[in-house]
């Protein structure tokens, strides 16, 4: 079944960096688009980025445009997210979501179980 | 940006009892609008997408239904695995995707 595995999440100070990777399985990868979404704690969700099968088109919240960076390796099943210049309203769980079908949809049925970032001094 | 609105922010049951929750868009957004569960320490969940169409394994006690600006979210008959938390999400304004604040529904 499909199974989406995040990790890289950890304590970062201000302006600091991180790398979070997603390992997908149970599906073909390279066929699906895949997002990063982001929950605040006990707050709701938001959606952060957006990367299409093949690695060409992205997309961006205005909140993480120009600090962070999407990207996929579709030869290793993988999604990644680097995080540049945090800050503390950064802090958040991470989910990695693939789309409800080949198609981009914007709809995210598949989830992982997310990775929490905090980002304080 | 298209704002969701979602009420009420808490909704108190009973097992058996019919939820209905309300979306509402600061814009039209046609039927391009998905409902998600999500429990406590758990991802959300699809349920619903495109206005009324259920997710797959979805039961069928949840149905979406409206159009526009306005949209419900109805269990039919509550379950107690169904205490939880709402989020409707819009993907019309591409790729600008939010979700609303969410409904809580809890254990009257």
């Known amino acids: 079944q499909v199974q989406l595995v995040e990790s890289g999440g950890g304590l970062v100070k201000p302006g600091g960096s991180l790398r979070l990777s997603c390992a997908a399985s149970?599906?073909?990868?390279?066929?699906?688009?895949m997002s990063w979404i982001r929950q605040a704690p006990g707050k709701g969700l938001e959606w952060v980025s957006y990367i299409s099968s093949s690695g060409s088109t992205i997309y961006y919240a205005d909140s993480v445009k120009g600090r962070f960076t999407i990207s996929r390796d579709n030869a290793k099943n993988s999604l990644y997210l680097q995080m540049n210049s945090l800050r503390a309203e950064d802090t958040a769980v991470y989910y990695c979501?693939?789309?409800?079908?080949?198609?981009?949809?914007?709809?995210?049925?598949?989830w992982g179980q997310g990775t929490l970032v905090t980002v304080s001094s | 940006e298209i704002v969701l609105t979602q009420s009420p922010a808490t909704l108190s049951l009973s097992p058996g009892e019919r939820a209905t929750l309300s979306c509402r868009a600061s814009q039209s957004v046609s039927s391009y609008l998905a409902w998600y569960q999500q429990k406590p320490g758990q991802a959300p969940r699809l349920l619903i997408y495109d206005a009324s169409n259920r997710a797959t394994g979805i039961p069928a006690r949840f149905s979406g239904s409206g159009s526009g600006t306005d949209f419900t979210l109805t269990i039919s008959s509550l379950e107690p695995e169904d205490f939880a938390v709402y989020y409707c999400q819009q993907r019309s304004n591409w790729p600008r995707f939010t979700f609303g604040p969410g409904t809580k529904v809890d254990i009257k």
């Open positions: 149970g599906f073909t990868f390279s066929d699906y688009y």
């Open positions: 979501a693939r789309d409800i079908e080949m198609i981009p949809s914007g709809y995210f049925q598949h």
